[in-house]
């Protein structure tokens, strides 16, 4: 058959497809069948064997604000929903991720992937893993709860306390929803499959280097500038650029202060002098005060034992009464030195009601 279509240069119609001799038609064979066996291994190493229920790699080849394009070798590709993928927002074409098959072919012919199936099935192991490594985890706040936030970490919902958000008091919570955050799991129930992170503990170990370096640069009388942080009845912290310092409230002003909010507020951006600190203990004293000119700097020169002068009582202790003459400049009224014990209750009595 074969010398006859060779002779004739036609093919037999009435040959049916599977008895004719190719390599007849074409002359000599440019492989041999083992030689063809081992091209046919080869090609079917390039496709992609899609297996449903398997956990495989695959690479993004296209996104937009809807969907995400995965491929999984050759031309399986498949479409997953973007949100899946909310947690990271960093994501571009090119990237690896692992991705659950859950249909190898839909009513539509389309291979069916799921990311956050694939997350979970292997979440547990990596949340371990990370908390044994101690390393710092991408997590995707997704709801305020009550006592702090839930996040999502490797798919799984981790409980972020309210009091480890954050190295400085929050007033506002909900400001963290919807972002996404670094993280160190602190705490692993395995029983009860919790896990709780904090984003805290790494502010405080990034806090705790700037403070090893600002402290080291510090001396005595330098002018910083900072933002009021926190306010205390004994004092105020002023942030110095992700280190601390404490201004006393003696130092807050040369005339008597009651409380701290009398001389600044909160968020309030105030020039500070280095009064003190300590390498050990990691502790800066601030003053606020001290960069004022000193009351007794203004005071008459003339001034003088004997002179006569007004002033305003400002304190009414039992031993007498504290008169300021000049702000931050105070004389003590001796019991001793009243008129008459009559007269001096009288007058400490009005003092006090009009200091109230």
Do not use: C
């Not at 036609?10 to 007849?24: C, I, K, R």
């Not at 909900?174 to 993280?183: G, H, M, N, R, Y």
């Not at 129930?189 to 080291?216: F, P, T, Y």
């Not at 002003?253 to 701290?260: A, D, I, L, T």
């Amino acid at each position: 058959m074969a010398e006859e279509i060779k002779k004739t240069g036609m093919l037999n119609a009435s040959v049916a497809p599977e008895d004719f001799d190719w390599e007849s038609f074409e002359g000599t064979g440019l492989y041999n069948s083992e030689e063809k066996d081992k091209i046919r291994e080869a090609y079917d190493q390039t496709l992609s064997k899609v297996v449903e229920g398997e956990v495989v790699e695959g690479e993004v080849t296209a996104l937009n604000k809807r969907e995400v394009v995965i491929t999984i070798g050759g031309k399986s590709e498949g479409v997953i929903a973007a949100p899946e993928f909310r947690y990271n927002p960093d994501l571009k074409v090119g990237d690896k991720v692992e991705v659950y098959v859950e249909n190898a072919e839909d009513k539509k012919g389309q291979l069916v992937l799921s990311h956050k199936k694939a997350r979970t099935l292997k979440s547990w192991d990596r949340v371990n893993e990370a908390f044994e490594k101690d390393e710092i985890v991408k997590g995707y706040v997704k709801t305020r709860t009550k006592g702090g936030m839930i996040v999502d970490v490797f798919g799984i919902e981790a409980f972020l306390p309210g009091s480890q958000i954050d190295i400085k008091p929050i007033r506002d919570y909900d400001q963290f929803v919807d972002q996404t955050i670094d993280f160190k799991i602190v705490k692993i129930n395995q029983e009860g499959r919790n896990v709780v992170v904090s984003h805290k503990v790494l502010l405080e170990a990034e806090q705790e280097a700037k403070r090893s370096e600002l402290i080291g640069k510090l001396e005595k009388g330098q002018i910083l500038e900072g933002v009021v942080k926190n306010i205390t009845n004994y004092g105020v912290f002023v942030d110095l650029g992700g280190v601390d310092g404490l201004i006393h409230i003696t130092d807050l002003s040369w005339g008597r202060v009651n409380h701290p909010e009398e001389i600044v507020h909160l968020d309030e951006k105030i020039k500070v002098v280095v009064l003190d600190f300590n390498e050990q203990q990691k502790r800066i004293a601030l003053g606020l005060k001290q960069l004022t000119p000193h009351p007794w700097d203004n005071l008459d020169p003339n001034l003088k034992v004997g002179d006569k002068v007004k002033g305003k009582v400002v304190l009414m202790p039992d031993y007498g009464a504290f008169i300021e003459i000049e702000p931050g400049v105070e004389g003590l009224v001796h019991v001793s030195e009243s008129p008459g014990a009559s007269s001096f209750t009288a007058h400490r009595i009005s003092s006090r009601l009009a200091t109230r």
